[in-house]
Structures are given as C-alpha cells and as structure tokens.
C-alpha cells in the first residue's frame, strides 16, 4: 500500500479517518501494519493489501460470494488472464463509449482517483494505471486482490489494490473522477443498493461506469433460476465439472456452425424473425452454454463457472437502471443495451 491511498481511505461504516501504525515499509510501500479507526477498530494490512472487508462467516449473505470468485480467480493461469484482457479491454472501451485506448485517456487527463470496484484478477486497474496519471485502486471482496497486487501493483507507483466491500466501502464519498463497477453489482444482494452505493464516491463533475446483467427471454429467464437453484449449491469443484460439460456443448454447437431461418419466430419467448445461428438462438433463447474460440476452453469454462457458482446474479432492465441513475443525480454519457446486459456511464452534476 503507497501511502497516497490514506487520501481516500475511511473507515466502513462510519467513514471516519484513519491512522496507520506498526507499519513495516519496503521501497516505500506499506507491507504489514494496522490502520485504525477513530473508535478504535483495527484494519490489518496484509502482504501489502489493506484488509478492510467484513469478517465473514459461512451464514453471512456474502461469505459464498467470496468463495466462488476467490476461487474463481485463484484457478485461472497468468497466460489465461492476459488473454482475458485483451478481450476485457477492448469490450470495456466499446460498450462505454470511449472508442478505443487513447479516447480512455483522454477521458481521464486531469484525473486525481479512479477505482475499479470488483476487480477480480485486477486487470481493469492495471490498465487504467497504465493509460492514466491518476492514483488507480482495484477493490475486491475476494482474495484475488493479493495475487492482482503482486501481478499489478508493486512496479507502479500509481496502483493500489484493497480488500473492501462495495456495499459498505472503506472510501470517503465523493472522492472519485472515475468509479468503475463493471460486471460486479449484480452479484451483490442488492444491486439497486450497490448502485447507489459505487455512485456516491463519484466526486462532482466525475464519472461512474458500471453493467449489470440484462433480464433475459422466458425461457431462458426459467432455465437460469432452476439450474441456478441447483448449481449455487454445488462445491466449487463439482460446478467447475458442470462448467467444464456446459463449454463442450457451446463448443459443439458453435462446430455446426449450423443456421435457422425463421420466418415467423416466437417473438413471445424473445425469438425474433429472421437468420439466426443455432449456438446463439440456443444460448439467448434457452440455455447459457458459453463458449468462444478465441478465449480458449480454461476462459469459457471459468465463464460458466461465473453464471452458475454465484449465489447472487440479478438481472435488470434498461428503465431500472436508467431509474437508478436519475435517483443517484447522475447524467447518462453513453447507454450500451446487449442481450447479455447494460452498460452505462453517467456523470454526477458539478
Ligand atoms: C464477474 S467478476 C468481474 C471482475 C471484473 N470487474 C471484470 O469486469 O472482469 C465479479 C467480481 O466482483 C467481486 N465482488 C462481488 N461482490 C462484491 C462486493 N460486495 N464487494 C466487492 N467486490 C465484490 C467478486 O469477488 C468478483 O471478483
């Protein structure tokens, strides 16, 4: 931890300030030591990591959360998650509407702090401190975030990682040009919640961009909520097995590369008239069975992995999180509606 990241740092809860003790530095970086709250609780740091999310226990509502992505991330190979990246990269710059690289850093010239809440693997961090001048924090509530660190962080003197709760973050509000949260507040208990929550670190004139989940076709909708019903109680291990049989009926499917014409379709069950791909009629339509040459058969598994291990998984319309925005007294920049979700980023009024 660089100790810049005091700056933005609170205590949970109450969102008090915090000092830094007993604290062993190494090229000027805080490896081990304690920040401590004004009412005294005690946040360790650890391998360079400050821990500031809830002690969880197994009844907690988050704890299985944590569990599938800590493993989620721990599983995946460093040649796996650079291939990840690219593809995360370049689907990050499109859907929020800064066309490519260069159009990211010129949206973020003059930024002082951005996050990427959720980050997992903490790719999305590492490229924002890449292209940006900005202090950069990745937060997670996994332990992803000690592996990201090591990965990510120790040669950038811009970088930081935390463990830390978006539903009760260990940030001062309105502290943020940049909030990023993507693909994370639909796995919360409350997304709606989680929403407001990432939007309230917005500082005026600052930035939020986030994708939730998109509710989906009928059956597609039904098939979800029973085989979900059925997976989230898997262990870890037997879900990957399940991921693993998901990804060879995608790959197969995608083999035939088979095509439909339907002159009617069932626009009632979301099948709309015209040529469509059988792989994808079957994966929009009916059953999510991923697969995608390009990231390889590890990355679609632990894709899978993703839809079926995690206990929460909300889906949302367009209007709901438009509602949100309104709510949270942001302005849309760029709204981005695919099958698979809403991307959107907005502006808090100066
Ligand atoms: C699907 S991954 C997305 C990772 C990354 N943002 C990306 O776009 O590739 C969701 C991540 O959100 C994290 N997460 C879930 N609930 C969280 C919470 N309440 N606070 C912080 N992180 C959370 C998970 O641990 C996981 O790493």
Redesign the pocket.
């Known amino acids: 931890m660089k100790t810049a990241l005091l700056d933005v740092l609170a205590a949970p809860g109450d969102r008090s300030a915090l000092t830094i003790c007993d604290e062993r530095r190494e090229n000027g970086e805080v490896l081990e030591g304690s920040l401590i709250a004004q009412d005294g609780r005690r946040f360790e740091i650890r391998d360079g990591v400050p821990r500031m999310?809830p002690e969880l226990q197994s009844a907690d509502e988050?704890s299985d959360?944590?569990t599938?992505?800590?493993s989620?991330?721990q599983t995946i190979s460093d040649e796996e998650r650079d291939r990840?990246s690219v593809f995360?990269y370049r689907w990050?710059e499109q859907r929020f509407g800064f066309g490519d690289e260069d159009g990211l850093a010129a949206e973020l010239q003059g930024a002082r702090w951005v996050i990427?809440?959720?980050?997992?693997?903490g790719?999305?961090a590492a490229r924002l401190a890449r292209v940006t001048d900005a202090q950069v924090l990745g937060?997670?509530?996994?332990e992803?975030v000690v592996r990201a660190r090591r990965s990510f962080a120790a040669e950038r003197a811009n970088l930081d990682y935390i463990q830390?709760?978006?539903?009760d973050?260990p940030l001062r509000r309105g502290s943020f040009d940049l909030v990023?949260?993507?693909?994370?507040l639909h796995?919360?208990p409350d997304c709606r919640r989680?929403f407001h929550s990432m939007a309230e670190l917005v500082r005026p004139g600052g930035q939020l961009a986030t994708?939730v989940y998109r509710i989906k076709p009928l059956l597609r909708e039904i098939a979800d909520e029973e085989v979900r019903k059925l997976t989230t109680r898997l262990s870890v291990d037997e879900c990957m097995e399940f991921s693993e049989q998901v990804t060879e009926l995608g790959r197969e499917l995608s083999g035939l590369d088979a095509k439909v014409t339907l002159e009617k379709g069932i626009p009632l069950l979301g099948l709309e008239p015209g040529e469509h791909d059988v792989q994808r009629l079957i994966y929009w339509t009916f059953f999510k069975c991923f697969w995608n040459e390009e990231l390889g058969e590890g990355v679609s598994n632990l894709v899978n992995f993703?839809w079926y291990h995690?206990p929460?998984a909300s889906r949302h319309t367009e209007e709901e999180v438009l509602g949100w925005c309104r709510d949270a007294g942001l302005e849309v920049i760029n709204l981005d509606v695919i099958e698979s979700g809403i991307s959107l980023r907005a502006r808090r009024l100066g």
């Open positions: 999310a988050q959360t944590r599938t992505f800590g989620k991330w990840l995360q990050f990427d809440a959720g980050t997992g693997p790719i999305q937060m997670d509530l996994s992803s830390g709760d978006i539903l973050p990023v949260a993507d693909q994370v796995h919360t989680a994708y993703d995690p929460y």
